[in-house]
């Protein structure tokens, strides 16, 4: 689907990320949808450097990529030197900022700072020196336990994760009053889809409950699972409000989910008709209690005003749309 009719001829997008989940579907779209537009991804790709808790530091994987026939750059964002270069050799008219630290379990509070906020500022310096339309990948991670519905102004982050996406948004109203350029922040909440299972252990539990009901074993819920409740957005959904944000003069940050919460419980009832699996659900203690949301459920009102977003997927019919990919994975990585 196009999401804007806008003629993209012979204008340049750099999407930093790009060979990660969001970063991925953002550079097929504009492949699939503006042909005469040229892409730039710019990725770290993954190596073997884990952070502290064992996890991955990079999730970007070039299976994400395969098919994509833009530009390709690899390279890290706090490299200041590269980002001079693409300063000096490229001129963008948009920049789509899906690059960051994103593992809410890092305890490296030096490395997110430096990484979420510090490369986000000289990549905001690219972006007003080249007068290019910056869309930022922002957080539900922000609000930490406020309570529901979530709105922009009620920021809680429990996690450095959260606090580094908080300070970027906090930075880019400090760039707003001093540049007519475009910087829009989305605030995304529980995204799924195609693309997602290179982010490993971090994927939704979508995929992970998919897997789970493939491999003939009993899904594992935490118990009341029917009564914790998350904004659910569907990856397309997702890539429509990137393109929406695009429009000029919409600064702001803007939630992206779906407005309605969704439980844990309704995933894998949804997954086991569309599967057409009956296996029984195991339920466990939740050993999160005290630091665990219970509910999240955006507010996106604003969103739909200023970039005319509106949610085009129910979970059903998302999972619906998803179950083909998760297969695919299943079958091609996972067996």
Known sequence: MR????????????????AGFIGSN?????????????????DCFRSGET??????????????????????????????????????????????????ISDTTAQEQDLMIK??????KDLLDLAVAHKANMIYASSAATYGNAESPQRVGREAPQNVYGFSKLAMDHLSKEYMKKTDVSIVGLRYF???????????????MVLQ???????????????????????????????QANVKAMQPKQSGTYNVGTGKARSFQDIVDILQK?????LTCEYISNPFIGSYQFHTEADIATT?????????????????????????IYETEVK
């Open 209 to 239: 409950f998919g897997h789970q009901l493939l491999s003939g074993k009993n899904p594992k819920l935490f118990v009341d699972s029917d009564k914790i409740l998350r904004d659910f957005i569907y990856i397309e959904d997702i890539i």
């Open 190 to 204: 529980n995204v799924y889809g195609a693309g997602e299972y290179f982010k490993n252990s971090t994927a939704s």
């Open 51 to 100: 952070l502290s808790n064992g996890n991955l530091k990079s999730f970007g994987h070039f299976k994400n990529i395969i098919g994509f026939s833009g530009e390709i750059i690899s390279g890290d964002i706090n490299d200041k030197e590269l980002l001079l270069r693409l300063q000096r050799e490229y001129k963008f008219d948009y920049i789509f900022h899906e690059a960051a």
């Open 3 to 18: 999401y804007i009719e806008d003629d993209l001829k012979n204008k340049t997008i750099l999407i930093t990320g790009g």
């Open 304 to 328: 739909k005003d200023a970039l005319g977003y509106e949610p085009a997927y129910e979970m059903e019919d998302a999972i619906k749309a998803y179950v083909p990919e998760i297969k695919r």
């Open 26 to 42: 953002l550079a097929f779209y504009f492949q699939n949808n503006h042909h005469d537009a040229k892409i730039v991804i710019l």
């Open 274 to 278: 569309e599967l057409g699996t009956s």
């Open 115 to 120: 990484t979420n906020v510090n490369a986000y």
